[in-house]
């Protein structure tokens, strides 16, 4: 089954608006939590990412707020800038499962100037 | 410069023939991985190596080898290709053990199978 779940499958937000990406999973063995990001015609990049034991991570605009208890994140996008507009998956994996990453199927965003 | 690279950029196969997409890595990783992308399946993972001479079946491993003949290099083949296995391949390799593991993707094989 699906072990990591995004939504929406698609966004679209006005320049400088944020965007809110929204993920969930399944297992509670899950500790580490990357963002990937990716452009058309590249392949995936690591943007972001969060450790269990925090509920927040910021780098630049990017913001992660973690929930523990509910088994679920989002991915905050500030001031969000048409070079934003990529395709970003969550991913999650634990430490005691051979190194397994296990990927979202990704919201496509899209910034309008 | 490109620290995973893939080879070819684009493939055209026919249904029933061998295909083999190469993926060679300068970041000395132990670990690399093939996935394919498909529209509303995100990224999905076929094959991986832990390391020279390893590989292990990921979730969708049917119709689809892997090789891995050296630390640098890790091969995806496809013995009998299908219009099914039509898709974008990504290679990765990782950069360590245990729940921080950081990928570097290739910029991926488009394959199309008539």
């Known amino acids: 089954q699906q072990q990591v779940r995004q939504s929406p499958q698609s966004l679209t937000v006005w320049e400088g608006e944020t965007a809110i990406l929204n993920c969930s999973y399944e297992?509670?063995?899950?500790?580490?939590f990357p963002w990937y990001q990716q452009f058309p015609g590249e392949g995936p990049a690591l943007l972001i990412a969060?450790?269990?034991?925090?509920d927040k991570k910021e780098d630049g605009g990017f913001t992660i707020f973690f929930n523990k208890r509910e088994k679920n994140l989002s991915l905050h996008i500030k001031d969000s800038q048409p070079g934003d507009s990529a395709t970003y998956f969550c991913?999650?994996?634990?430490?005691?499962?051979?190194?397994?990453?296990?990927f979202g199927d990704g919201t496509q965003l899209v910034v309008k100037p | 410069e490109a620290a995973v690279t893939q080879s070819p950029r684009n493939k055209v196969a026919v249904t029933g023939g061998k295909v083999t997409l190469s993926c060679n890595q300068t970041?000395?990783?132990?670990?690399m991985y093939w996935y394919r992308q498909d529209t509303g399946h995100g990224l999905r993972l076929i094959h991986y190596?832990?390391?020279?001479?390893?590989?292990e079946k990921g979730d969708i491993p049917d119709g689809y080898k892997a090789s891995r003949p050296s630390q640098e290099n890790f091969s995806l083949i496809l013995e009998l290709a299908t219009p099914s296995q039509t898709s974008v391949y990504f290679c990765?390799?990782?950069?360590?053990?245990?729940?921080?593991?950081?990928?570097?993707f290739g910029h991926g094989t488009k394959l199309s199978v008539l």
């Open positions: 969060i450790r269990s034991v925090s």
């Open positions: 297992n509670s063995a899950f500790d580490y």
């Open positions: 190596s832990y390391g020279a001479g390893s590989t």
């Open positions: 991913a999650a994996s634990a430490g005691n499962n051979n190194n397994r990453i296990f």
């Open positions: 990765a390799s990782g950069d360590g053990w245990g729940a921080n593991e950081r990928l570097f």
């Open positions: 970041n000395n990783h132990n670990n």
